[in-house]
Structures are given as C-alpha cells and as structure tokens.
C-alpha cells in the first residue's frame, strides 16, 4: 500500500496499516462503548460509513498497541477480527447439494473453519499472548485433541500456528470430499459452533492472562454470507449466555441479512441485540458533522 500523507485520501479501512488506523480513527464514545460491551452488536450503514475501521479499531492487534502506546495492556476484552469476504468464507461448495438440511451443514462447516482461522491468527500476533500460552501449550493440545477429535501439528511449535494448520488442512479434505461422487461421508466429521468455537474459546480461559476474557467476534460485511451461514449466525446470537463471547455484526442497510434462524425463529432488537446505526451521527441535525 503506498504511504498515506493526507487523512482526507480515500481508502479502504482493510488496506490501512496498523499505524494509520490508529492515526487517522477518531474514537467516538458512542460506537466504542457498544463495541467493548459484552452485548451483541448490529453496525449498520453503507459503504464509507465507518463499520469496518470501527472494527478494526477494537481488534485486538490494534487494540494491544494502541495500549503499548499509552503503557496499559488489557486482555479484557479480545476483539477478534472476521472478515466475510475470504476465500475461504466465501466458498460456494454448498451450491452444489441438492438437500437443504446438508446444504446448512457445509456453510456452517465453512463459516466455523473461518471463525477458528480468524481467531488463531489473531492471537498469535500478541507476543504476550503467545509467552502465556506456552506455559499451558500441553493442556491446550491435549483438550482441543480430545474434544475436537483429531491430530493437532506439535511440532510446528506454535498453539495457535498448530490451530491454523488444523483449519487449512481441514478445509483442504472438506473440498476433496464434497467433490468426490460419494459426499455424504464429510458430513460425519463437519464442524458447528458449540462443537468447535465455543470449546476452543474456553480452553483459551486457561491461559493466564486471558482467565477472564471476553471474546467479541467481529464479522465484517456479514451481507456476503449465504442464507445458511446468517441463519446460523442467527441462531448462535440467540444464545443467552454472553459472559464468554457475543457478536459484533457489521453489514449494509441494503441487502441486510434477515433475522431467521437454523430452526425457523427469530432474533429480536432489543431482546437478542442491539442495531448501532453508523450513518446517524452524521444525519442527526445536532451532530457536529451536520452543522459542519
């Protein structure tokens, strides 16, 4: 990316350098108490108003040097940024089964294999993270072996490089599977939620510093995803429970994913989540930017 001189030069917040979220982004309290609260969260608005680099903002890399700036580093809360528009997030595989039931379990399969990607990578950025990790990298290996029931890489030397190796190879034999003429083997060993996320992020608990964390999943521009995947997403906000995660959903107003899940429910604003409008500060009659 070529070095940005000029705050008011357009681009796209996924192209910006660490440093340069952290030099251009103005802080509102408004955007930032919801983000760092344990709520689910709906970020709404078109292109340019701001979802994306407020994510990314309360991501945990940005996050943890911003902290080393001011010389205050939390692991309170871990903002784990998800963007929907991956190669992996967006494979298409489910197109070609013809039952719906089996169509619900490959885009789950693919959205939980981005999640665990995205957290794995996330935290293997924090050098703090990864010193603590390795006090307890036996345990790590040995619950999510047991729980996931596989083979995780010991050798590579790094948790959370092991995990990301997991997640590509597991996707690789995803692809091999669902192409070969008999595909209903895959569905044995596909991957949900509960079955998957919500372990791995308890078994992080038992790293030290992160005992107590709260881990907020980020998923940008959750427009792209398929019918499956928002229902299922749906369905994973509809869990009651948010002392260990919740949701942060950044999509357009166009096209805006529905509010159906797995089962044919509903989630409800207000009871479920919380819908943050990001273009409102700017349309608000009382808004600096509107007297401006």
């Given amino acids: 990316m070529k070095m940005m001189q000029n705050p008011f030069e357009y681009e796209a917040a996924n192209n910006l350098r660490p440093q340069d979220i952290i030099d251009y982004y103005i802080e509102d309290f408004n955007f930032s108490r919801f983000i760092q609260s344990t709520k689910n969260i709906f970020l709404i608005g078109e292109r340019g108003s701001g979802k994306t680099m407020a994510l990314l903002y309360n991501s945990i890399y940005i996050k943890n040097l911003r902290e080393k700036i001011k010389g205050e580093v939390s692991f309170e809360k871990i903002g784990i940024h998800v963007p929907c528009n991956t190669p992996l997030f967006m494979k298409k595989e489910y197109l070609l089964i013809s039952d719906d039931f089996k169509k619900s379990i490959i885009s789950e399969h693919y959205l939980v294999l981005s999640i665990l990607y995205s957290i794995a990578d ?48 597991e996707s690789m034999e995803t692809q091999k599977k669902i192409n070969a003429f008999d595909s209903d083997s895959f569905y044995d060993n596909a991957l949900s939620f509960s079955s998957s996320v919500f372990p791995f992020l308890q078994a992080l608990r038992q790293i030290n510093i992160l005992k107590n964390s709260h881990f907020m999943l980020m998923l940008d521009d959750a427009h792209d995803m398929n019918e499956y995947q928002i229902r299922a997403l749906n369905s994973w906000i509809a869990y009651r429970d948010h002392s260990l995660f919740s949701f942060k959903v950044a999509t357009a107003k166009v096209d805006r994913p529905s509010g159906i899940t797995s089962t044919g429910g509903s989630i409800l604003e207000g009871h479920d989540y919380i819908t943050v409008d990001m273009e409102q500060a700017f349309q608000n009659a009382e808004a600096s930017f509107y007297k401006l």
Avoid: H, P, Q, T
Avoid at 147 to 167: C, E, H, P, T
């Fill in 122 to 169: 996330s935290l293997i950025k924090i050098d703090e993270i990864v010193e603590a990790s390795k006090k307890v990298s036996s345990c790590l290996y040995d619950d999510l072996e047991y729980m996931w029931n596989i083979s995780l890489d010991r050798d590579s030397g790094n948790f959370f490089k092991a995990v990301k190796k997991y997640v590509n190879r």
